[in-house]
């Protein structure tokens, strides 16, 4: 198990930092816990607890529009609540950045999660989303770093998926 220093959290977090994102916007998830207290901890990273996740492409297109860099970050269950509203950054040519935890895969226990677990990947590609998923915790930094610059160079919707079996498998009574 990796030390809290050790732990792709601080790495995403650092690229966040180094590419001048304000606004992290979450629907809070276990995998994220880590990630989501530096961002609080730091204090200079605007951090918007949505009610839904689609909410948070919304919210990204609009700092983009005011001049802020943005992203969301969400489990995989959450995808599905966003594939309309991916419509939005791609009609402003605006970047949607977002990093998701997946569910449904690795040893998953909730037979639920697993359709939309198998179909994240699918589903943002067909909305236009360039997708990028991660197995070895080691290389979740530099891959959230590489898309975050293609989402904001390019001005497309970049996600990076966080393997479960990076995450861990959850069971009952584990949030």
Not at 7 to 31: L, Q, Y
Not at 73 to 81: F, L, P
């Amino acid at each position: 198990m990796p030390s809290p220093a050790s732990h792709w959290s601080h790495d995403v977090f650092h690229a966040i930092k180094a590419r001048d994102i304000a606004t992290v916007c979450t629907v809070p998830d276990g995998g994220l816990t880590n990630l989501l207290d530096l961002i609080e901890a730091d204090g200079k990273i605007g951090l918007v607890t949505l009610s839904s996740e689609q909410e948070g492409i919304g919210i990204a297109t609009g700092c983009w529009l005011g001049g802020q860099r943005a992203m969301i970050a969400m489990q995989s269950s959450g995808v599905g609540n966003c594939i309309n509203a991916l419509g939005l950054p791609l009609a402003f040519r605006a970047p949607c950045l977002m990093l998701v935890t997946m569910r449904g895969q690795w040893g998953e226990f909730n037979p639920w999660q697993v359709p939309m677990g198998q179909a994240a990947k699918p589903t943002m590609e067909a909305m236009g989303v360039k997708c990028f998923p991660v197995d070895r915790a080691e290389e979740v930094g530099e891959t959230f770093a590489a898309a975050a610059d293609l989402a904001f160079n390019s001005r497309t919707s970049a996600a990076v998926l966080v393997s479960q079996r990076i995450v861990g498998a959850k069971g009952f009574g584990q949030k």
